[in-house]
């Protein structure tokens, strides 16, 4: 089902729930033209017609619909906290109308659950009556009640909701929105059961249901992480018995010849998988170069490492990574891989190392959702990033009031949350919010949003001021010298934009704040930034950028200037932070296996026990799974990136 198909379904449910309601014909006429607008995906202007009913019809018995409607429009939007309002007046106005009084609960619900206000969320959902709501709607209800369990800790009761309630795996409820299935929440539910009893007790209680076999693939996992064969084969006997042609029997399958076949262990081979080919082959590339680099691989001058290189493509999707790690282990036996540098598939590269229980040091700017000792983030995470620019803005720049420019991606919705909740836990404040679809090359619409200009008609006592001025002034054609008398001045209440996005997007969002008269503000972004490409597409408007990284090509230390005058000389051109990162994760590599090594796990636990060492990226710690370092604050000055005063 598309969009288009989805918000006709939506408006089909309000119809349901809020026909009998009786409404003058003015009003109904009115209310109706929303709905259409609505469900043709026309939400700006549903949602100004929807301002202008309440402010035309105050009386109307189907205000309550319009407050609904309003509500989805800004979940629709992604502005669910903007939403909760709505949707509370909704349920004020429409109280005796049981049908629409147990849709928009669930709606509210939907609304507080995205702004994580779980809580909320829960007694909301407390108070509907699934059984009042129509057929697809009750799924919904089901899928939001097995989240918010999930996100709320009883990970064994959402498993049990689903096992109990929930329709067949191939049944999918007519909504878009419902980004993870049934089976994702069950399975990240039975992964973060820790007492293996429940899991075993709940296998149990549900031997034949259709989705026992996700089960039955935790348990196997669970077998092969504390290396008990024997549990594991007899999981998998269950499983081939029962559900021989399902994903989960391939999965299991491959997990318990772990137990049987990892070999040996070669305590001098380090594997590395990296997308070698295809779209994100250049990025493999560079880092491949870091890492040969590191070893001295093309300097015959350097010491031999006695380390032996082991190489896998890890495509560009998951399937490619995995198999590209079975192979480094299976094969080439390695004692750790460094990899892989893709976000896409993160969390089951990651499991699948825990299941092989072989260290890796992941390179890719996400650290996943799920927690896994065996993955040591040794990049310069989105996370890591959004954080250490929120304090520097906060602690150095004394900032306090921001706003946030991002994609609707995973990119710009992650670093937007990560940058959010860092400036509220500095005690700063975050006054503006605004996407962009990606691709778009438009601008306009979502600064006006930020700077006040893209609703007017909210600014009427100001327009009159300008009309009066241009009688007064006898002003009648607009030019450029009587602009000032036309166009009303933004409203900048923000100190900085946060804009997690790369050069070529950011390069046409700086010059339209510019256009719009938007001036004065700093702004802040990532280490996509530190790119010539920033200043080549947005010119002057680049100028006073900042943005942090944890490598610049005009270092203060003279290890990382012998490491850039050594890597140009041997590639040809100088490294960035890809390849310095790589560098790094290498060099501890080396430090480590140098000091005799005896298995994966001996190794594993040097990783953690790593402290202050010394890289051309800095000196940085092992930290809960990360390797933590102190980046440096960017700015560009003139056209020419250079480091940022503290």
Request: with cysteine; charged share 25%.
């Amino acid at each position: 089902m598309n969009n288009r198909q989805y918000l006709k379904a939506l408006v089909f449910a309000l119809v349901l729930c809020s026909g009998a309601w009786a409404a003058p014909a003015a009003d109904l006429t009115a209310y109706k033209e929303i709905q259409t607008l609505f469900a043709k995906g026309a939400l700006e202007l549903a949602k100004s017609k929807s301002e202008a009913f309440k402010t035309q019809y105050p009386e109307s018995t189907q205000t309550g619909s319009v407050e609904n409607l309003l509500g989805l429009i800004f979940v629709l939007n992604k502005e669910p906290k903007d939403a909760v309002p709505h949707f509370e007046r909704a349920l004020e106005l429409g109280a005796n109308a049981p049908n629409f009084k147990h849709y928009v609960l669930y709606n509210l619900a939907t609304a507080q659950y995205q702004i994580e206000d779980f809580e909320d969320s829960q007694e909301t959902l407390d108070k509907i009556r699934p059984e009042l709501l129509d057929a697809n709607n009750r799924i919904k209800f089901l899928h939001l009640k097995s989240q918010l369990l999930t996100k709320r800790g009883d990970f064994a009761k959402s498993a049990r909701e689903i096992l109990t309630n929930a329709p067949p795996s191939k049944a999918k409820p007519d909504a878009p929105d419902l980004k993870d299935s049934f089976d994702t929440i069950l399975d990240l539910a039975l992964t973060k059961i820790e007492d293996l009893a429940v899991l075993e007790n709940l296998y149990a209680d549900f031997p034949s249901q259709p989705r026992s076999e996700h089960i039955l693939l935790e348990l196997t996992r669970r077998a092969v992480t504390s290396q008990n064969a024997a549990k594991a084969h007899h999981y998998l006997k269950l499983l081939s018995l029962d559900y021989p042609k399902t994903a989960s029997y391939q999965l299991a399958l491959e997990a318990a010849r772990s137990v049987q076949e990892a070999g040996p262990v070669n305590t001098m081979a380090i594997g590395v998988l990296l997308p070698l080919k295809g779209r994100f082959s250049k990025f493999g590339q560079r880092s491949l170069e870091g890492i040969q680099q590191a070893l001295g691989i093309f300097n015959e001058e350097e010491p031999d490492s006695k380390i032996t290189l082991y190489i896998e493509d890890s495509g560009e999707e998951p399937e490619q990574a995995i198999a590209g790690l079975n192979r480094l282990v299976y094969e080439h036996h390695v004692i750790s891989i460094i990899g892989p540098l893709l976000a896409k598939g993160i969390d089951q590269v990651s499991r699948r190392a825990q299941e092989l229980r072989i260290p890796i040091l992941t390179l890719a700017r996400y650290t996943g959702t799920e927690a896994n000792e065996f993955a040591i983030h040794a990049g310069f995470t989105m996370k890591a990033q959004a954080q250490e620019m929120a304090k520097y803005a906060i602690q150095q720049l004394k900032l306090t009031r921001f706003a946030i420019l991002a994609s609707r991606d995973k990119t710009g919705e992650e670093s937007a949350k990560f940058f959010w909740d860092a400036v509220e836990a500095l005690d700063g404040e975050i006054v503006g919010y605004e996407t962009y679809t990606p691709g778009e090359t438009d601008f306009r619409q979502p600064v006006d949003k930020l700077s006040g200009l893209f609703y007017p008609e909210a600014r009427q006592r100001e327009l009159d001021e300008l009309a009066k001025a241009r009688e007064e002034n006898q002003i009648k054609k607009r030019t450029r010298k009587t602009e000032k008398f036309f166009g009303l001045p933004p409203i900048v209440d923000y100190q900085a934009v946060f804009i997690p996005d790369e050069p070529k997007v950011t390069g046409q969002i700086l010059p339209t704040f510019a256009y719009r008269d938007v001036d004065g503000v700093n702004f802040l972004g990532t280490a996509a930034w530190n790119s010539p490409e920033l200043f080549l597409r947005a010119q002057q408007y680049a100028n006073r950028a900042i943005f942090s990284d944890v490598f610049h090509s005009d270092p203060k230390s003279k290890l990382a200037g012998r490491f850039i005058e050594k890597f140009t000389a041997t590639f040809e051109h100088e490294p960035t932070a890809l390849e310095a990162v790589a560098y790094d994760a290498t060099k501890v590599l080396e430090y480590l296996l140098n000091q005799g090594l005896a298995n994966r796990t001996e190794l594993l636990d040097k990783l953690k026990d790593l402290q202050d060492f010394n890289g051309v990226t800095g000196k940085f710690s092992y930290n809960d799974g990360q390797l933590v370092r102190t980046p440096q604050f960017l700015v560009i000055q003139n056209g020419v990136i250079t480091e940022a005063t503290r």
